[in-house]
């Protein structure tokens, strides 16, 4: 499979939503990401989406010095 170079620029992107959801369950943004990609989760399409891509965002490093 080729990864595309330039995915991030076509990611719908609404910061801090998911931030704000997360708070409102009164936990991290990992661990709401984590409830919400459980099987059987009752979350929608658009959170679960949200919360891989917060995942995959964290694993990513803050800058890159060049």
Aim: a positive charge.
């Amino acid at each position: 499979m080729k990864v595309k170079k330039k995915w991030i620029q076509k990611a719908d992107l609404k910061e801090g939503a998911f931030t704000k959801k997360a708070k409102a369950k009164n936990e991290t943004v990992r661990e709401y990401a984590k409830e919400v990609l459980k099987k059987g989760s009752k979350a929608t399409t658009k959170t679960k989406k949200q919360a891989v891509l917060a995942q995959t965002l964290k694993k990513m490093p803050k800058s890159r010095k060049k």
